[in-house]
Structure formats: structure tokens, C-alpha cells
Nanobody
């Protein structure tokens, strides 16, 4: 089992920046996607950024050009750099690892963090 712990959330003014970090409790041998989702109050959870094993990234249209996802293999972390934040970015942000295998040949499954609150004031 692996635990994902998000950190870096908080309150920031519109136009500011914030960096979220997702730390895995152990190394992940392989995965299909790592990414960040967010869920605003009363809203559906939506994908904001993904990174594929090979390094390809995908972003929601609403965050393109403002957010950047990256992975540090050595530190077992995934980060989300958020710039030019808008009040609409206010949400709980969740780290996700899809199709994760903890060792060669092991079954795969999805892992989710507990979420970190991001609040952007207008």
C-alpha cells in the first residue's frame, strides 16, 4: 500500500502563486498517470493536470498556461505549480496516481490523497 499526502495548500490572493506537493509514502514502480484533481464546493471533481510515465502532460483548458505539473522520481513526489491564481481555482486539490504498481508484476490500482485546500481571494 502507498499513501499520498498533499501539502502546500492555503490562502493566496488572486494573481499569486502556490505550489502543491504530493508525497508518496514509498516508491511506485510504474503507473499510467499521476495527476491532480480538484473539487470546489458543490462541484464535481475535475481533472486539472496529469503527467504520464513518459513525461507527457495534460492540462484542463482552464489552467493551461498557468499550472505546471512535474514529478521528482527520487523524492517520490509530484508537484503542481500554480501561477496567476484566480478565485475560480478555489477548491480542494487531490493527488491521484492511476494504474499504480508497487513492484514488477504486481496488481495495479488507483491511489488518492486526502486533499489540500486552496483558497484564492478576489
Amino acid at each position: 500500500q502507498v499513501q499520498l499526502v498533499e501539502s502546500g495548500g492555503g490562502l493566496v490572493q488572486a494573481g499569486g502563486s502556490l505550489r502543491l506537493s504530493c508525497a508518496a509514502s514509498r516508491s511506485i514502480y510504474s503507473f499510467n498517470f499521476m495527476g491532480w484533481y480538484r473539487q470546489g464546493l458543490g462541484e464535481q471533481r475535475e481533472l486539472v493536470a496529469q503527467i504520464i510515465t513518459g513525461g507527457t502532460t495534460n492540462y484542463a483548458d482552464s489552467v493551461k498556461g498557468r499550472f505546471a505539473i512535474s514529478r521528482n522520481n527520487a523524492r517520490n513526489t509530484v508537484t503542481l505549480q500554480m501561477n496567476s491564481l484566480k478565485p475560480e481555482d478555489t477548491a480542494v486539490y487531490y493527488c491521484n496516481v492511476a494504474g499504480a504498481r508497487l513492484s514488477l508484476g504486481a496488481p495495479s490500482r488507483d491511489y488518492w490523497g486526502q486533499g489540500t485546500q486552496v483558497t484564492v481571494s478576489s
